[in-house]
C-alpha cells in the first residue's frame, strides 16, 4: 500500500465499524469490518446506510434509512436497529466515538428532513424548500448565496453541501472574488464573503472540509474569515501563521504527505481554537476534531513505517556531535510522537513502542533523567508513563537488566530528591506501577528488588518503606 493510500484508511478509521446480524440462536455474528458511509441510494433520492468491506471494498451492508423510531445508540460506539426490510436486527459498533456521532446525527438529520416533507406543505413550507440549483459565483449573485445558505433549514442542507460539490468552479471563483474585494477594500463584500464561508463551514461536510482544507485553499479559507462583521479590530490570521508560526522540523521530514498532513492540522486546530471558537456547534468541532484526530494518526503511521527516519532519530541523539540544545528538542519531539500515537489502533500502538524499545529509547531517557534541565527530566518520566500505560512489561523487563540498573537508580533516586510536587508525583507513579504485584511475576519482583537495593547505599531504608507500606 502507498502512502496516499495509507493517508486514505487512516483518515477514514473515524467511519471503520464492524457490521453484526443477530443470528436465530439470539447471538450476535460478526458480518466484517469496513467503512460506513451515509450516501444516496441508486436511482432514487432515497438516503440510506453504506458499509464498504475494508479489504475489498465490497458491500457489507445496505440499509435504506427509515423515518421511524427504530434505531438505538448504545454505550457511544454502537447504533443498532431492526430493519424492517429484511425482518433482522443490525448492528453497527465504531472503532471510534466521533465517527459514531457523525453518523448518528447524519441519521437523525435524515429522519427529520424526511418528516419535514411529509408535514402539510401548504402549513410547512420553507423558504428553501424547492430548492435546485444555486447560482453561479458571481458579484451579483453573492446575496442570493448567503441568502440561501443563511435560510435553509435542515430540509435543504444536504441539497445544498451535494450543489457545492457538484459546483468544480464554486471555490475557486469564490476565492477570485475575495481577492477583488480585497484589493479594492471593499469592507461590505469582505463581510458577506465571510459570512458565506462561515456559512458552508457550518455545513459541516466532511466533503466540503476536505476540500477547504487542502493546501490549495486553506490559507484563502483563513483569510476571508478575517473579516467578522462582529469583530472591529483586524484580525491578521494569515501573516501570524506564515510569520510567526515556525515549523521546527528535529529530523527532516522527506514525505510531503506527512508535511502537508502536519501544516494542515496546525491550521486546522487554529481555525477551530482561535478563528470560530465562538460560533462553532458541537456536531462540528467534533467533526474539525476528528480530521486532527486523523491527520495525527495518518503522521505517526508513516513516520513509524518508514524505518531510516525512526534510526536517523535516535542516531542524531546519540551522536556525540549533537549538541545538548538539539538532543534536548531532539527528546521533546519523541514525547510528541509517542503521544500522537494514541491515535493509533492498540495493536499499532504496541508494535511502535516495541520498536522504539529496540531503538535503545530506555537509554536515551537515562540520559535525560541525568540532566539539569527540570522540563528535559520531566519529559523522559512523561515518556516513561506512557510507555507503562501502553505495557509495563516493556520498562519493567529493562530495568531488571544489568543494563537497566543506572535508569532503576534514577528513578529511586528521584522519588526521593526534592524536585518540585509534579516530578515527584511522575517518580512515584512510575515506581508504583513498576511494583505492581497484579503484573509482577516473583521472579521480576526479586530481580527489581535486588537491582533497587544496589542503587540505593545512601537511602534503603526510605526504599524498603515506601515498597511494603
Sequence with gaps: MGAPEKSQANASSMQR???????????????????????????????????????????????????????????????SWRDPEFSSELALSFQETTGCAYIWDHICNVQRNMNFHSLNNDTFHGPNSELRELPAVAPSTLPLILKTLVES????????????LNDQEFFRKLMVEFRMYEDLENVEGLHMIYKIVRGIIMLNSPQIFEKIFGDEL??????????????????NHRNFLKEHVVFKEAIPIKDPLVLSKIHQTYRVGYLKDVILARVLDETTLGNLNSIIHSNNAVVVSLLKDDSTFIQELFARI?????????KKNLVY??????????????VQQLRLYRDLVNEGIFDIMTDALQSQDKKLVLTGTDILILFLNQDPNLLRSFVIRPEGIPLLGLLVKGMLTDF??????QFLEILRSLLDSFTLSGTQFIMFLLNCWKTCQSCKIEFLFFCFF
Excluded at 546519540?318 to 538539539?326: D, K
Excluded at 518540585?420 to 508525583?425: A, F, K, N, P, T
Aim: with cysteine.
Design 153 to 164: 433549514g435542515i430540509a435543504d442542507q444536504m441539497r445544498l453541501t451535494e450543489l457545492i
Design 420 to 425: 518540585g510536587d509534579d516530578m515527584h508525583c
Design 318 to 326: 546519540r551522536s556525540p556531535t549533537t549538541s545538548e540544545e538539539s
Design 333 to 346: 519531539f519523541v514525547h510528541e510522537f509517542c503521544c500522537l500515537s494514541k491515535s493509533l489502533q492498540m
Design 218 to 235: 486553506i490559507m484563502d479559507i483563513i483569510g476571508c474569515l478575517e473579516y467578522d462583521p462582529e469583530v472591529h479590530h483586524a484580525q
Design 17 to 79: 465499524v464492524k457490521v453484526y446480524r443477530l443470528n436465530d440462536d439470539g447471538k450476535w455474528d460478526d458480518q466484517g469490518t469496513g467503512h460506513v458511509t451515509v450516501d444516496y441510494l441508486e436511482r432514487s433520492e432515497e438516503l440510506g446506510l453504506f458499509v464498504f468491506d475494508e479489504e475489498d471494498h465490497e458491500t457489507l451492508l445496505l440499509h435504506r434509512i427509515s423515518a421511524d423510531d427504530i434505531y438505538r445508540k448504545q454505550e457511544d460506539t454502537i447504533i
